[in-house]
């Protein structure tokens, strides 16, 4: 659903003048994060992005996928649990979610009483 928003014209034009503020909660290798960055930077939005996890080795992961992308400064990808620290800074603009993959068995992929 990233990618559809930033095809969408429309969603696009706003932020053109205002800027754009990303946040990803358990970012992990920063891949998401990264992909919003280079959205902005290729339709000339302005932005901020902060990552952040509470994994010291996707903490390092992170960091060095952004420099490598160019997106940034290592201090925006933050050693936090979930947003503590950013509740009273910014309201974001788009906030990525993305928690840790937790094994499935076999037989819960059938069940119809799991939402």
């Not at 095809?7 to 992990?28: A, C, N, P, R, V």
């Not at 920063?30 to 509470?54: H, R």
């Not at 996707?58 to 509740?87: C, F, V, W």
Request: proline share 4%.
């Amino acid at each position: 659903a990233i990618k559809d928003q930033f095809q969408d014209k429309s969603f696009l034009t706003h932020y053109k003048t205002h800027g754009m503020f990303i946040l990803e909660i358990g970012t992990g290798s920063g891949y998401l994060c990264n992909y919003c960055q280079n959205a902005c930077k290729a339709n000339n939005i302005p932005y901020q992005a902060w990552m952040t996890d509470i994994n010291t080795d996707a903490i390092q992961l992170s960091r060095q996928m952004t420099l490598n992308e160019g997106n940034g400064s290592p201090s925006d990808t933050l050693y936090l649990s979930l947003h503590e620290g950013l509740k009273q800074r910014h309201q974001f603009d788009i906030i990525i979610f993305n928690p840790p993959y937790v094994p499935t068995e076999d037989d819960e992929l059938n069940r119809n009483d799991i939402y």
